[in-house]
């Protein structure tokens, strides 16, 4: 035989002799593998249940701070209550009291995102106000005659619209 095919039977020989040692470190790799697996699904899991936490806590404590707002005009509506009104001079009071508390809420209100819908131009707008009563009247038609309801718009969206009487064209000017 010559040296190449000696080598060849060597070969499988010591193929043989050292797959107990691929075989331990396959297992050795695999083991990494399963352990690295397992550490992964274990943070996953605590990842999924830390943001299962904070979105509870987001929806039990999302008024907070709109909640601590408030606690002024609730406490200044008391003290109108327990205060005794009697004559003019109380009645000026008390209304003085309730003007108060109308800013104080406006402000928390405004604090919040919270505004009243601008009316300034006087022109309906179905996706902001919301007729509640036709009248003929002289002039241009869609006109706002008169406010029944505020409506609010939170940031971007409508909270509720405005309630207003809204002019149409007089049967004399068809």
Do not use: C
Request: glycine content about 6%.
């Amino acid at each position: 035989m010559n040296e190449n095919e000696e080598e060849k039977q060597e070969s499988p020989t010591n193929a043989v002799e050292s797959a107990p040692e691929a075989v331990v470190n396959w297992e050795e790799k695999a083991e990494g593998y399963r352990n690295d697996y397992l550490r992964a699904l274990a943070d996953a899991e605590n990842q999924r249940k830390r943001h299962e936490k904070q979105v509870e806590d987001a929806r039990n404590y999302a008024v907070d701070r709109f909640a601590r707002e408030l606690l002024p005009v609730v406490d200044s509506l008391e003290l109108a209550l327990a205060s005794p009104v009697e004559g003019a001079e109380g009645i000026a009071q008390l209304r003085q009291g309730l003007e108060n508390t109308l800013t104080l809420f406006a402000q928390a209100l405004g604090k919040a995102g919270i505004v009243p819908i601008d009316m300034s131009e006087g022109r309906f707008d179905p996706h902001l106000h919301q007729a509640i009563a036709m009248v003929e009247a002289e002039g241009d038609a869609n006109r706002i005659l008169a406010v029944h309801q505020k409506g609010y718009i939170m940031h971007d969206r409508l909270l509720r619209p405005s309630m207003v009487s809204v002019s149409k064209a007089s049967k004399a000017a068809e």
